[in-house]
């Protein structure tokens, strides 16, 4: 049977959304900003952050698929799911679950840019950044995470485990 252990509580979750949402509030106070959320991993954490925002927004969504069905990145990354706003000279804010190798985020930044948006920044739950593979920022990140599979709150394992409240690091 396949072990979680508990990481980030509920009460942690708050804190690091309340804290991001109010530094992306502050930095986007005059700015008319789209956020992109990453389906389907950062769909709870998105409709969490968006509600802790004093600033108004617009929303959309990407989808790619990238993980395979195991605990490691495949790499081959595939766009299912094309924005449907107009992006053109906005300020664009990619909300994502989890940066790992960056390859995933590196491949949305390009097909965003041919939209010719104004900016592109980046905010992410989770921030792995010891695996680090790819030339990209992390503008805004939760939590930094070293090692382990994290699943919960929108993230999981096998299509496993989203709608779990907290995060928790899987043992298998
Ligand atoms: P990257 O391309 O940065 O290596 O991988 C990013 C994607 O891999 C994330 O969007 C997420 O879907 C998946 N991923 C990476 N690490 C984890 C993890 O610990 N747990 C889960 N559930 N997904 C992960």
Known sequence: MPELIPVL????????????????SS????HELILIG??????VFLSDLVRHLSIPVKLDFIRVCSHGSGVSSSG????????????????????EDIVDTGLTLSYIIDYLKAFNP?????????DKHE???????????CH????????????DYNENYRNL????HLKL
């Open 9 to 24: 509580n509920k009460n942690d979750i708050d804190n690091m959304v309340t804290r991001v949402a109010s530094k992306i």
């Open 27 to 30: 930095d986007y106070q005059d």
């Open 38 to 43: 990453v389906l389907k991993g950062a769909f």
């Open 76 to 95: 081959n990354i595939r766009l299912t799911k094309e924005i449907e706003m107009d992006v053109n000279n906005k300020d664009v804010l990619l909300v």
């Open 118 to 126: 104004r900016t592109v920044k980046v905010c992410a739950l989770i």
């Open 131 to 141: 695996r680090r593979n790819a030339n990209i920022k992390v503008d805004y990140a």
């Open 144 to 155: 930094k995470a070293a090692e382990g599979f994290l699943v919960g709150y929108g993230l």
């Open 165 to 168: 409240p907290c995060i928790y």
